[in-house]
Protein backbone atom coordinates (compact mmCIF):
# COMPACT_ATOMS: atom_id res chain seq x y z
CA UNK A 1 0.00 0.00 0.00
CA UNK A 2 1.28 3.23 -0.86
CA UNK A 3 2.48 5.87 1.89
CA UNK A 4 -0.14 8.02 3.50
CA UNK A 5 0.18 11.35 5.08
CA UNK A 6 -3.13 11.38 7.12
CA UNK A 7 -5.19 9.00 7.62
CA UNK A 8 -8.60 8.13 5.22
CA UNK A 9 -12.24 9.51 5.03
CA UNK A 10 -14.90 9.77 3.79
CA UNK A 11 -16.61 12.40 1.93
CA UNK A 12 -20.11 13.32 1.36
CA UNK A 13 -21.60 13.36 -1.95
CA UNK A 14 -23.88 16.47 -2.43
CA UNK A 15 -26.87 16.71 -4.87
CA UNK A 16 -26.28 18.59 -7.78
CA UNK A 17 -29.58 19.95 -7.91
CA UNK A 18 -29.75 21.46 -4.63
CA UNK A 19 -26.61 21.67 -3.44
CA UNK A 20 -27.54 19.35 -0.23
CA UNK A 21 -25.33 16.13 1.13
CA UNK A 22 -26.96 12.82 0.53
CA UNK A 23 -26.77 9.17 2.22
CA UNK A 24 -24.40 8.40 -0.11
CA UNK A 25 -20.37 8.85 0.44
CA UNK A 26 -17.33 8.09 -1.21
CA UNK A 27 -13.78 7.48 0.56
CA UNK A 28 -10.70 10.07 -0.02
CA UNK A 29 -7.54 8.63 0.71
CA UNK A 30 -4.43 11.17 1.55
CA UNK A 31 -1.42 9.52 -0.44
CA UNK A 32 1.86 11.17 -0.08
CA UNK A 33 2.31 10.67 -3.72
CA UNK A 34 -1.09 12.44 -4.85
CA UNK A 35 -0.25 15.82 -2.51
CA UNK A 36 0.78 18.85 -4.32
CA UNK A 37 4.56 20.41 -3.60
CA UNK A 38 3.39 23.06 -1.87
CA UNK A 39 0.58 21.43 0.30
CA UNK A 40 3.72 19.37 1.31
CA UNK A 41 6.48 22.00 1.85
CA UNK A 42 3.66 23.88 4.24
CA UNK A 43 3.17 20.62 6.40
CA UNK A 44 6.76 20.14 6.15
CA UNK A 45 7.68 23.91 7.74
CA UNK A 46 4.31 23.22 10.24
CA UNK A 47 5.50 23.62 13.67
CA UNK A 48 3.08 20.87 14.97
CA UNK A 49 4.33 18.42 12.22
CA UNK A 50 5.30 14.99 14.00
CA UNK A 51 8.88 13.96 12.80
CA UNK A 52 7.70 10.89 11.47
CA UNK A 53 5.49 12.60 8.96
CA UNK A 54 8.30 15.19 8.09
CA UNK A 55 10.50 11.91 7.08
CA UNK A 56 7.91 10.72 4.96
CA UNK A 57 7.55 14.03 3.37
CA UNK A 58 11.30 14.70 3.03
CA UNK A 59 11.33 10.88 1.61
CA UNK A 60 8.73 12.01 -1.03
CA UNK A 61 10.18 14.96 -2.18
CA UNK A 62 13.83 13.65 -2.47
CA UNK A 63 11.90 10.77 -4.87
CA UNK A 64 10.46 13.81 -7.08
CA UNK A 65 14.30 14.70 -7.23
CA UNK A 66 13.46 18.14 -5.07
CA UNK A 67 16.85 19.44 -3.33
CA UNK A 68 15.57 20.11 0.30
CA UNK A 69 17.70 23.52 1.70
CA UNK A 70 17.16 24.45 5.30
CA UNK A 71 17.60 28.11 6.38
CA UNK A 72 17.56 29.39 9.31
CA UNK A 73 14.58 32.22 10.09
CA UNK A 74 15.56 35.99 10.68
CA UNK A 75 13.47 38.51 12.75
Do not use: A, C
Request: hydrophobic letters at 25%.
Amino acid sequence: MPTKLRPSGKRWIKNPDTGRSTNRWEPEHYYIKGISQTELFEELNKHNTKPKVKVKIRKELVRRGITIVKRTQHG
